[in-house]
């Protein structure tokens, strides 16, 4: 059932807006998980591998397109497939 040969590999960057260039379809087709410092981490809006770091919401504020004001985290990222 965790047949990850068919599953697309994850990005080194991935957003959950749609409208990102680094919004990717095909990878959402399955959950993926987002461990942050050896935590694992469910409001994550956009990450990097490379970088090593992770935007989530601030709050309830938002900016003037009604998106989530978006702030960043740095430390240890890992991303897999639920």
Not at 25 to 43: A, C, H, P, S
Request: net charge positive; glycine share 6%.
């Amino acid at each position: 059932m965790n047949d990850t040969a068919t599953l697309p590999p994850l990005p080194d960057r991935l957003s959950i807006d749609p409208s990102s260039p680094f919004h990717n379809r095909d990878v959402f087709q399955r959950e993926i998980g987002i461990r942050f410092n050896d935590k694992d981490r469910y409001d994550v809006e956009e990450y990097c591998l490379s970088e090593g770091w992770i935007k989530v919401a601030a709050g309830k504020t938002l900016d003037r397109r009604g998106k989530p004001m978006l702030i960043k985290l740095k430390g240890k990222v890992e991303a897999f497939y639920k």
